[in-house]
């Protein structure tokens, strides 16, 4: 069954990593094969609340685009360097192909050869040299063995079409000659006392039994056909291994390049087969331009979040079959209907816990733990403007299902996860930093929840820097950071400038400084970034 990604926004905070584990572990128990991802670092209060209840930190999931590996393409298309050019041309026949990928006997790729080449080789090869094996020889003219010295077969082919005096005086006889001949005695025992490499007698010749014992005794090797001399000229070359004609020129691609830079780098080359290898050169197989219409686009489960701006690289690319979230309706489309949960809650887990309750599933207690995690986080101990009934009693029944005091476990939780101490700037700001676009304003707001407000007082300025900086990065018209106190339930404010007359008006406050503290001012979905867009609509 084909794996399904949960995962929430770009920027993992506690409710958001908590809810795709969550909800994962519920679908698996409803049959879907699935599995929580996260789409990039998480912060010290999430590794806080998995360490304390042991579950696993989530992979990392870089991208949902899709890749080579997602289309459906010519695997194990390929065949044995050892192989003749016949089987090869048999082979590109049988699968209805007009190149395919050679390899060597551990699967590594050696190159790729096509139907063009293999007619190259028929009107401008050297129709006199043979670089074979004794086998090949046999499957290529439908021959039998009559004597087998040699397993390599390498040399100049002869047809001995001359009267028998004619070829004694005018052909020079070495070991590496290969001789066709008919039905003609003499001529065989002449090739067999000069020590030929092959005879091939065609017709289904007569061959004297002393002649096969003198050539067992001077190594001589002979292979007998029902074709005639005509025929057997004409197919010999086909015994010729495919390495021999084989010129590497190609352009390989991996199973995980992404297939828009596959389609870009391919209506440059304008080839239609391309070799499919892996990351140590072994061939998977073929991917040909004229058959690429069937992909299999990364099946997804959003939670948290339902901007394209917050979720995975590629995400227009994916299969999105469910969402879950608790924020306000996003930009994000679907291409069919899917099931889509948004309640108006203070945290992704409220809604979860409902769905497990809806069908039957019983909760381990260490999701519980992530549950209750995630909505004590989102809502700041059931502080935030956010916070709603159905929160409160989802928290209460967790809280006496676990046994814990959940005021002391959140305090715990922050605690772990507000010091500021050994972190940058960069990595402070961009903790919990979403981007925003109203109309033609594009803007960041950025959050932390920390006791120690202090430390930013007292490095101000560096942060004011560091602000401008990620402003620029960013290309946004401002950023603003929140720093929310938990335990006062307040946050204090910096800002770039140009957001400076956007909160003097928004909050009613005059000539507004950097880190003014504004009283009962958590919540960034419902007071913070509704005032800002409010504000940028006058």
Known sequence: MEK??????????????????????????????????????????????????????????????????DIVYHKDYYINSKCTIKETYDYLLEKSITGVPIIDDNKKYLGIVTLKDIAKEIFNGDITKLDSTYDNILKTIDGSEIVKVDDEINGNIIVASYKSETFYNNVVINPNEIIIVGDRNQIHEHLIKNKAKLIIVTGNGEIKDEHISLAKDNKVNIIRTSLDSFHTSKLIGFSNEIKTILKDNSITFKETDFYDDFLAETKKLNH??????????????????????????????????????????????????????????????????????????????????????????????????????????????????????????????????????????????????????????????????????????????????????????????EYLKELDNTNKKLGCEFTILFSTDVIKNGSYVIYTDKAKSILESGFNIEDFKQMTYIDKLSSRKKQMVPVILNELDK
């Open 272 to 461: 239609n087969n391309y070799p499919i290898i892996s990351s140590n050169n072994e061939c998977l197989g073929l991917i040909r331009i004229t058959d690429i219409n069937e992909k299999n686009n990364k099946k997804v489960i959003l939670v948290d979040h339902q901007e394209i701006e917050q979720s995975a690289q590629g995400i227009e690319q994916a299969e999105i079959l469910e969402i879950v979230d608790h924020h306000k309706i996003g930009n994000i489309s679907t291409k069919s209907p899917i099931n889509f949960r948004n309640m108006a809650v203070g945290s992704s887990n409220t809604i979860i816990y409902n769905l497990y309750k809806e069908n039957n599933i019983d909760i381990p207690n260490n999701l519980k733990g992530l549950m209750i995690s995630g909505i004590l986080s989102d809502t700041l101990i059931l502080q935030s403007p956010t916070t709603t009934k159905m929160d409160e009693e989802v928290v209460k029944e967790l809280s006496e299902s676990l046994n814990i005091d959940y005021k002391q476990y959140a305090l715990d939780m922050f605690k772990a996860g507000s010091s500021l101490k050994g972190k940058s700037k960069e990595s402070i700001i961009n903790t919990d930093l979403k981007v925003f676009t109203n109309a033609d304003t594009k803007f960041a707001v950025a959050q932390i929840f920390t006791l120690d407000i202090d430390s930013i007082n007292e490095e101000l300025d």
């Open 4 to 69: 399904v990604y949960v995962f929430g926004h770009q920027r993992p905070d506690t409710d958001a990593v908590t809810a795709a584990i969550n909800l994962s572990y519920l679908k698996n128990k409803l049959g879907l094969n699935s599995e929580p991802r996260v789409l990039g670092h998480i912060n010290d209060e999430t590794k806080y609340v998995l360490n304390h209840f042991k579950v696993e930190e989530p992979k990392y999931l870089n991208d949902v685009r899709l890749q080579l590996k």
